[in-house]
T-cell receptor, first 116, second 115 residues
Framework: EAQVTQNPRYLITVTGKKLTVTCSQNMNHEYMSWYRQDPGLGLRQIYYSMNVEVTDKGDVPEGYKVSRKEKRNFPLILESPSPNQTSLYFC???????????????FGPGTRLTVL | DQQVKQNSPSLSVQEGRISILNCDYTNSMFDYFLWYKKYPAEGPTFLIS?????DKNEDGRFTVFLNKSAKHLSLHIVPSQPGDSAVYFCAASAYYGGSQGNLIFGKGTKLSVKP
């Protein structure tokens, strides 16, 4: 089954304790992205990756890191989490074609993070 | 500055009637528009899209209309069903550099369809 998986689905942690949220897709997609969803703010992009070893900042990258060492995985790293990073996080992936046709993004189920 | 705006945070509709969800955008470079649907505790799922070369795209009960001059698009659901109750996100993208750019999302509209 084609899917995007995220782990963990729920996490409660404390300020300053490094954490990683994993994301994996089995569709051989080149493009992967992380979003956060907050009440009244919708979905905002944190980081994205066009392909292996190619990453770039989205709209709200502060406090986050990513890596793309393999095509299928795109972990989100919070080196020193703070309470304002309490949010619902989504990973997404899509194929990227240079033909001008857009390829829809497939989203993971989400990770609800609480930073105390 | 919000490039994609969904000005109605919520909408309530009776089952069987039409639901109309609206979205406005400010960036004239956007050339591809999508609607995503999100249920609680799940990730968003793609619903329907439209290219800027069209003004209408239909898929079953879902139709998206695009008015480029007004920078406005709308999603029509006819007839509405209780299972359509979800948050709907409008998203837009611009083509540049040989590929489609990142999606810019609106804040979402929560649709409630009452039996």
């Amino acid at each position: 089954e084609a899917q995007v998986t995220q782990n963990p689905r729920y996490l409660i942690t404390v300020t300053g304790k490094k954490l990683t949220v994993t994301c994996s897709q089995n569709m051989n997609h080149e493009y992967m992205s992380w979003y956060r969803q907050d009440p009244g703010l919708g979905l905002r992009q944190i980081y994205y990756s066009m392909n292996v070893e190619v990453t770039d900042k989205g709209d709200v990258p502060e406090g986050y890191k990513v890596s793309r060492k393999e095509k299928r995985n795109f972990p989100l790293i919070l080196e020193s989490p703070s309470p304002n990073q309490t949010s619902l996080y989504f990973c997404a992936s899509s194929s990227r074609k240079g033909t001008g046709s857009y390829n829809e993004q497939f989203f993971g189920p989400g990770t609800r993070l609480t930073v105390l | 500055d919000q490039q994609v705006k969904q000005n109605s945070p919520s909408l309530s509709v009776q089952e069987g009637r039409i639901s109309i969800l609206n979205c406005d955008y400010t960036n004239s470079m956007f050339d591809y528009f999508l609607w995503y649907k999100k249920y609680p505790a799940e990730g968003p799922t793609f619903l329907i899209s439209i290219s800027s070369i069209k003004d209408k795209n239909e898929d079953g009960r879902f139709t998206v209309f695009l008015n480029k001059s007004a920078k406005h698009l709308s999603l029509h659901i006819v007839p509405s069903q209780p299972g359509d109750s979800a948050v709907y996100f409008c998203a837009a993208s611009a083509y540049y550099g040989g590929s489609q750019g990142n999606l810019i999302f609106g804040k979402g509209t929560k649709l409630s369809v009452k039996p």
